[in-house]
């Protein structure tokens, strides 16, 4: 008996005697064209002339009941795929994994050393071709290990096609947009990642080192979209750079979220030529917390383009989206504050895009670290009525019914400060931040978060005083204002004036507690400045509700 008689009698008899509600198979990839299945629905990856390649092995994983794994072997050499034309639709469970020719899962904090062996290349395909498609009935798939690169679509899409039969797809450890050896850019012309039509519980990246993927689209294509599904998460990625996390390539956008519900964008590294994060009318409770925007895994500057606009942008197109939150940060700025810099526009701008839009009674901006831009930190705009464009200017009362706080004094290790217009009975946290220098138009940003307060008003007044460590000389001191009347009902002011700091002693604490200043950017006094606030940490207390 012939060694290829041999395999198909294995198979029949494996369809023999398996259950008919599924067949757990493994179909093991070893040529590197993309010749179709000899005989689809048997149950072996077999083509002419021999051997299974990944088109084959997709098209008898879609053809019967699953879970299945598609393993690949070429020895442990690298190896590319090359793609005339789009690949089956996977519509079975199934686990795809790369690491199956000899790669290993990356396993550094801070990096990204996996040796991925196996790319799929979308070169010379047709207009529109995308890469790896997961459609309904693929939930619960997985995909590890390969890079995907040049197609003219994206490279990996995870579509419901606005039915419910798609969840929980996993998209972890890849390269998408970038060659085997993570640093050499072959872009996907439609982006990396492209998540919709009510897709579930998606999932990119992770908490573990091994779950990082790193991500670069085109210069005029988002690294991961996220239009219409809801409960995605976006975890722990290297987006819009090279392996390292500190060089910037390509990618015009790292993030696109719109009528969606329950997205995470969480703890990545985030470069891009245009914007970081776009979160667009008609999302609901999305985070964007812990991540690195503009700023490289070591610090580099990662925007990439000297015209960008802003790190982090959100609009309400949608007159229904009331009363659906955004909250960037939280009042746990150790562990959720993001770091935001080096874009031209603004840190965070938030703009009211229609006349018919709901007012912003959604948007929390806490605990971050915002820095180094050409516009303002924190920039609240109501284009469809021109207000809140003037430099200094109280954002309109669509966009926030919260005014800058005012700082009144700064004495050695305390900030006073007012607030007044502000909300009537409703608590209002403020924070201080600190900065190496003042924006160039006198209202800063807020490099380095140092505490908070959180008071009752009296009639629509507040004044108070938030102990602050020793700083350099030099150092200048902003705030914000926030205020949370109903759940999900959020506000939030821009960043006050700056004011200079004042060297001298420490405040004595009026109570325990602190949280921890998050990263500092910048130059070397603020570097000095993150020290003395690190050693000052069991001093310093935080009034909250």
């Not at 519509?91 to 062996?117: K, L």
């Not at 706080?405 to 409703?426: C, E, R, Y």
């Not at 602050?468 to 959020?490: H, I, K, R």
Request: with cysteine.
């Amino acid at each position: 008996m012939t060694h290829k008689t041999s395999r198909i009698a294995l198979a029949c008899a494996a369809l023999l005697l398996a259950p008919a509600a599924s067949w757990a198979a493994t179909f093991t990839v070893d040529r590197a064209d993309d010749a179709l299945d000899h005989s689809l629905g048997d149950g072996l990856c077999y083509v002419l002339g021999g051997g299974c390649t990944l088109r084959a092995a997709i098209e008898q994983a879609s053809a019967l009941p699953g879970p299945h794994t598609i393993a690949f072997d070429f020895g442990g050499a690298p190896t590319t795929i090359s793609v005339g034309s789009s690949l089956p639709e996977i519509t079975r469970q199934v686990t795809i994994d790369g690491y199956t020719n000899g790669g290993t899962p990356n396993s550094a904090a801070t990096g990204n050393n996996a040796v991925i062996t196996v790319r799929i290349d979308g070169f010379g395909s047709s207009m529109g071709t995308h890469g790896l498609r997961f459609h309904p009935g693929a939930s619960q798939s997985v995909l590890r290990g390969v890079a995907v690169t040049r197609f003219p679509g994206g490279a990996v899409v995870v579509n419901a096609q606005g039915g419910s039969n798609l969840a929980d797809v996993t998209l972890a450890g890849n390269f998408f947009g970038l060659d085997l050896d993570g640093t050499t850019p072959l872009a996907n012309d439609g982006g990396a990642v492209q998540i919709g039509n009510e897709a579930l519980r998606t999932t990119v990246g992770g908490s573990a080192a091994a779950d990082r993927n790193v991500i670069v689209a085109s210069a005029s294509a988002v690294g991961i979209s996220v239009i219409g599904s809801d409960w995605t998460r976006v975890a722990g990625n290297y987006i819009g750079t090279d392996r390292t996390g500190n060089v910037p390539l390509g990618t015009q956008g790292g993030v696109y979220v719109a009528s969606a519900r329950n997205v995470g964008v969480e703890g990545n590294v985030i470069g891009a030529r245009d914007i970081g994060v776009t979160i667009d009318g008609g999302t609901q409770d999305t985070w964007v917390r812990a991540n690195r925007i503009g700023v490289g895994a070591g610090g580099a500057n990662i925007v990439g383009a000297p015209g960008s606009r802003h790190g982090v942008y959100v609009t309400n197109g949608s007159s229904a989206q009331s009363p659906y939150t955004t909250r960037i940060g939280s009042v746990n700025a150790a562990a959720d504050g993001n770091t935001i810099a080096h874009w031209q526009g603004n840190g965070v701008r938030a703009e009211r895009l229609t006349a018919n839009a709901s007012k912003f009674t959604f948007l929390s901006i806490l605990g971050n670290s915002i820095g180094d831009t050409g516009g303002e930190g924190i920039e609240l705009v109501d284009t469809a009525t021109g207000q809140g464009t003037a430099p200094g200017s109280r954002a309109p009362s669509t966009m926030s019914h919260m005014p800058r706080p005012v700082i009144t004094s700064v004495a050695p290790g305390v900030v006073n400060f007012t607030l007044s217009g502000g909300p009537v009975d409703l608590p209002v946290r403020f924070e201080v931040f600190a900065s190496p220098a003042c924006h160039a138009g006198g209202w800063g940003g807020g490099s380095t978060y140092l505490g908070s307060a959180s008071l009752a008003d009296n009639a629509g007044l507040y004044s108070g005083s938030i102990p602050v460590p020793a700083l350099p000389a030099g150092t200048v001191l902003t705030m914000t204002a926030s205020g949370d009347s109903n759940p999900g009902q959020l506000s939030t002011s821009e960043f006050s004036q700056c004011a200079a700091a004042v060297a001298g002693p420490v405040a004595p604490p009026a109570g325990p507690g602190g949280a921890a200043p998050i990263p500092v950017l910048g130059p070397v006094g603020l570097g000095l400045l993150s020290a003395v606030v690190a050693g000052w940490g069991a001093l310093r207390r935080r009034r909250e509700d």
